[in-house]
């Protein structure tokens, strides 16, 4: 099964776990993304998912699943970019300075997965 | 004139005709079913009811045991109850658009998008697929499109015309140092075409082996909210809820466990009550709201996806978008108010 890669992750952090599994699934066989990576972030106490939508995608998508009833305030916005600048480039696959945005996947209890896409800072919108 | 007025007429007619189909449609709007029974027995039990309650209880247990209740199981940690069997997915679905299909937008159409049926060459979640691929392609193209305009007037003097009448795009890059994101001529564009084309078809090989594996092997589930299921078990009476340990769960012990369970372990350290004896618990309060829409008639589901609490629907999502959207706003009455004085 799909979910033997998340299991070990699943068990280490059990609160995170069902929103780690709902977020996993639904990038995997809903949205059928090429690639997902689950990295396994210790000061955040949480895993975090590294996602391609397609194969000729450059990027890696940083995805962090969380819950609906948590709250997101400026501050815990800012240290988490600042935690995830910390970790070793190795871990993730890409300049972890260079971290401009992030995903936030937001779990809701009847599985529904919203996600948010948060900058670090002001930025002008993109000409889609 | 004339015509106009007839067609004025045929429209009417037209309109009338599809509140019809529309009406029809909902046919069973909650999963209970109303056994058939002559008039005579009717009566007959309705007499029995008044006149010998303690032989009614009898013939009342006997209807209920042809209800058949669905199944679920309660899932503390992801505050749900699952429904697994199939046919107990498409009754609750079908009858009240009750839950989600975990890995579906709304209805469970996981297994059905992804199946290639024998006459077509690709499955429905492909098509869909393949034209938002379109769709980013065509965008693309009207960027560069318009980008290549505005630079078309300054590499004329720049491009090299070979014998054939042809833009070779080596020599465009050697000559420019630039990168050919945005290139000008027919040419490259054609190239790139072919090129992006290429992994277009390399994508659809590779996911279609993906798709049919993935599909043997995972089943889709229906997710109800905590409310949704107290609803169907205590409003209806048709969903019976197993704990994980696979023990039927009773209507009281289902009230106890969705209010602990609603609060999440973060914000329980600093409650002053505990969820069982708290008078604003999440799940109370969600719950109240829920079950006097559903009372009503409405369809209420979730409201996530609106940044809402809930979403009214007059018949169902798949019919009509959403009437009204709902924000709970507890109103708290402070008993101890000389606290504040």
Request: aromatic residues 10%; proline residues 4%; neutral net charge.
């Amino acid at each position: 099964m799909k979910l033997d890669q998340i299991s070990s992750y699943c068990d280490k952090y059990p609160q995170e776990a069902s929103n780690l599994s709902q977020v996993y699934l639904d990038l995997t066989t809903a949205k059928s993304w090429a690639e997902v990576k689950v990295k396994d972030i210790e000061p955040l106490q949480r895993c975090i998912l590294l996602g391609r939508t397609s194969k000729s995608d450059t990027k890696m998508i940083i995805i962090v699943p969380c819950a609906s009833n948590e709250i997101w305030t400026i501050e815990k916005i800012t240290q988490l970019f600042s935690q995830l600048r910390t970790v070793p480039s190795l871990l993730l696959d890409c300049d972890p300075n260079n971290i401009k945005s992030i995903t936030l996947a937001i779990a809701f209890p009847d599985s529904t997965v919203v996600y948010y896409k948060v900058h670090d800072g002001i930025n002008p919108p993109s000409d889609n | 004139m004339r015509n106009g007025k007839m067609s004025s007429q045929s429209s009417t007619k037209k309109e009338n005709k599809k509140l019809n189909t529309r009406k029809t449609s909902v046919t069973i709007p909650l999963p209970i079913s109303v056994s058939k029974t002559s008039f005579l027995t009717n009566i007959f039990k309705t007499f029995l009811a008044n006149r010998f309650p303690f032989l009614s209880y009898y013939y009342i247990n006997n209807i209920q045991k042809s209800c058949v209740k669905t199944r679920g199981s309660f899932d503390a940690h992801s505050n749900s109850v699952i429904v697994s069997e199939k046919q107990a997915i498409q009754k609750l679905w079908m009858q009240g658009s009750f839950g989600k299909g975990n890995l579906s937008r709304s209805e469970p159409t996981f297994e059905w998008r992804n199946e290639k049926k024998e006459d077509q060459p690709l499955s429905p979640e492909q098509i869909t697929q393949n034209r938002r691929i379109a769709r980013a392609r065509r965008k693309k193209n009207k960027k560069n499109a318009s980008t290549s305009i505005t630079n078309n007037e300054d590499r004329k003097e720049i491009i090299d015309v070979n014998d054939k009448g042809n833009i070779e795009p080596t020599s465009l890059i050697d000559t420019l140092g630039l990168p050919d994101i945005a290139s000008t001529s027919v040419s490259i564009e054609q190239i790139k075409e072919i090129d992006v084309d290429e992994n277009y078809n390399d994508n659809k090989d590779d996911d279609d082996n993906i798709m049919q594996n993935q599909a043997i092997s995972i089943q889709e589930h229906l997710q109800l909210t905590t409310e949704e299921a107290f609803f169907l078990c205590f409003g209806l009476g048709c969903l019976e809820i197993y704990d994980a340990n696979d023990n039927l769960m009773t209507t009281h012990d289902c009230w106890n466990a969705f209010r602990t369970s609603s609060v999440s372990n973060i914000t329980l350290n600093a409650l002053q009550d505990s969820p069982l004896t708290q008078l604003d618990n999440p799940f109370i309060l969600r719950y109240v709201v829920y079950h006097y829409f559903r009372s009503l008639g409405w369809v209420v589901k979730g409201g996530m996806k609106f940044g809402c609490d809930y979403v009214l629907y007059e018949k169902g999502p798949e019919y009509k978008h959403a009437e009204f959207v709902y924000e709970i706003i507890p109103y708290l009455v402070i008993l101890d108010y000389k606290t504040f004085l």
